[in-house]
């Protein structure tokens, strides 16, 4: 496995995720699909196009799924137990059709697991930018990682 293990990982790092993604206008009409979201801004052409942003926007979800999942083969690739929440997500800029998406991941803080003593909980800053260095999403990241020989 590619991921990194708790003992690892380095309050204060920041990993810069080579691979980039450019989202499609069927990645955000899919995902709109298979979750239910009928918001117009994603997937109508002609309200999107009357709005301030002039087109339809990438759901915001998607987004902040395709940064977590940019940081898996770096970062959490059969390496932790569980996601354990998501925090202080905010999305400044939009994301268009059209668009790559670049991901990184800092490591705020660690503790070991007061109930798992094979585990350690971390704190992740992880940040996706477009292709010109925007900020379209910032979230705060807690995951339960495996210790060194105990996957």
């Known amino acids: 496995m590619t991921g990194m293990f708790y003992d690892d990982l380095v309050a204060g790092a920041v990993l810069h995720h080579s691979t980039g993604r450019t989202v499609t206008e069927m990645d955000n009409t899919l995902f709109s699909a298979l979750t239910l979201n009928t918001q117009p801004l994603h997937i109508n052409a002609d309200f999107a196009a009357k709005t301030q942003f002039g087109q339809r926007i990438v759901n915001g979800l998607f987004t902040l799924g395709l940064v977590v999942g940019l940081s898996v083969a770096d970062v959490t690739e059969g390496t932790i137990v569980a996601n354990l929440g998501y925090d202080k997500v905010v999305h400044p800029n939009p994301l268009f059709h059209g668009d790559t998406v670049y991901a990184d991941t800092q490591v705020l803080d ?6 798992r003593p094979e585990c350690g909980i971390v704190r992740l800053k992880q940040t996706g930018r477009k292709q010109d ?10 995951v339960m990682f495996l210790k060194r020989g105990q996957a």
């Not at 660690?110 to 109930?115: G, L």
């Not at 260095?133 to 990241?141: A, D, P, Q, S, Y």
């Open 133 to 142: 260095g925007t900020i379209v999403v910032e979230f705060e990241r807690t």
């Open 110 to 115: 660690k503790r070991d697991s007061a109930s």
